[in-house]
């Protein structure tokens, strides 16, 4: 059903301040509909960026926190899947031990496999030096760091404080820990010397399972000391997916003071289901780089019944609904994420991707019901013949 402004106003407002309310609605609608956005007739969204960088991190992120291990064939079938569907980077592994992340042992495999496609970038994770030289050896061109922005996380999982993790080399997943004493700066520096550029990821930004919440005061200033260091690009993770669009308004505030939100990226975990309202606040903001995983792959540790990384179907339908580029082909990221689940023996953990496979098995059901008909159309002409 729909109502006029003037209705809503005159049942909603007393008699002295109707006027004034419809006149401000009034020409607010004026504006909206002067949008020359097909969208803007609808909706207005503030500081939206045209294009997002969608980051894909499923084939390292998400199948890190897999129980069994994934074979290479398989990685790399997903990796060439993604490319061809238009992601613009794909995080492919992790230089880390085996004794740490058993499911990235076959690190050198993977990034010696894929067949590289151009304006595809392929970073990896690399925790001290010498993660950081067997991925250069590999042909890594493009590498990441990472930080936490909550002493507890910090101190519980590696046993020092955020200023420590700076300065020593560290790798954290499942509860476990692995320290060197080489430095991100090490790491930075080299990379420096090798034309190899680095990202830089934070932890925690919005909440910790030791703290509580996190003072948007601490994220900002381990973005700033990473960005100093040298990263070109920083990714604010939520963790523990507990984040809403209100709590990541405060925290990008706060970054945005020390970082310019050309630098920055989201990282939302979709533990509570605000992955999607995370993101919309966070390119409200200002933020055009998106992290995500193909079919919703990777969970939090910290959370039980975490669903992981917000999806990358889920996004990049969000996203083109709301008329911004992306580069992504649905379809055939919709197959990629089909591929991955089919190895791993478990339905697509998107909504969208969901939506989008329901259709195609209605349309190729609808499909053989025709032919179907068509069949036996043909063999009732067929018998009438032969009767006749």
């Given amino acids: 059903m729909l109502f006029s402004v003037a209705a809503v106003c005159r049942c909603s407002l007393p008699h002295r301040a109707y006027g004034r309310k419809l006149a401000r609605l009034q020409k607010s609608l004026h504006r ?13 969204y503030k500081d939206v960026p045209q294009y997002v960088k969608v980051v894909e991190v499923g084939p390292r992120d998400g199948l890190q926190n897999e129980k069994g291990i994934i074979p290479a064939e398989a ?58 030289r067997a991925a250069v050896a590999a042909g890594a061109r493009e590498v990441a760091i990472f930080g936490a922005a909550s002493e507890g996380f910090s101190k519980n999982n590696i046993n020092c404080s955020i200023d420590e993790s700076l300065e020593r080399e560290l790798f954290h997943t499942h509860g476990l820990c692995c320290i060197t004493s080489n430095r991100f700066q090490d790491v930075v520096d080299q990379a420096k010397e090798d034309g190899v550029r680095v990202r830089g990821y934070v932890s925690c930004v919005v909440a910790c399972p030791y703290d509580g919440a996190t003072d948007p005061a601490l994220v900002a200033r381990v973005a700033k000391k990473l ?9 604010l993770g939520d963790t523990i997916g507990v984040g809403t669009a209100g709590t990541m308004v405060r925290m990008l505030d706060a970054v945005m003071n020390e970082v310019h939100a050309s630098i920055l990226a989201v990282h ?71 591929f991955i689940n089919a190895m791993l023996g478990r339905p697509t953990a998107s909504r969208a991707a969901a939506a989008v496979l329901a259709g195609r098995r209605a349309r190729e059901d609808k499909q053989k019901q025709l032919q179907q008909q068509q069949q036996q159309q043909q063999q009732q002409q067929q018998q009438q013949q032969q009767q006749s």
């Fill in 32 to 44: 909206l509909r002067e949008t020359t956005s097909p969208l803007g007739q609808y909706l207005a």
């Fill in 75 to 132: 990685k790399l079938g997903l990796i060439h899947r993604l490319a061809d569907a238009g992601l613009p980077v794909i995080e492919a592994t992790s230089f880390v031990s085996p004794k740490w992340v058993p499911q990235m042992a076959d690190h050198y495999e993977v990034l010696t496999g894929i067949k590289k496609k151009a304006g595809v970038s392929y970073p990896v994770l690399t925790p001290n030096l010498k993660g950081y």
């Fill in 227 to 235: 960005h100093s260091m040298g990263c070109y690009e920083i990714s």
């Fill in 268 to 338: 939302c975990h979709d533990t509570y289901g605000q992955g999607l309202s995370n993101i919309l606040a966070s390119l409200q903001m200002g933020v055009s780089v998106v992290d995500s995983s193909v079919s919703g792959l990777g969970g939090c540790p910290y959370a039980r019944g975490a669903t992981g990384n917000v999806s990358t179907e889920d996004v990049v339908y969000m996203l083109h609904g709301m008329d911004i580029k992306t580069g992504v082909d649905m379809e055939k990221l919709v197959d990629a994420g089909a």
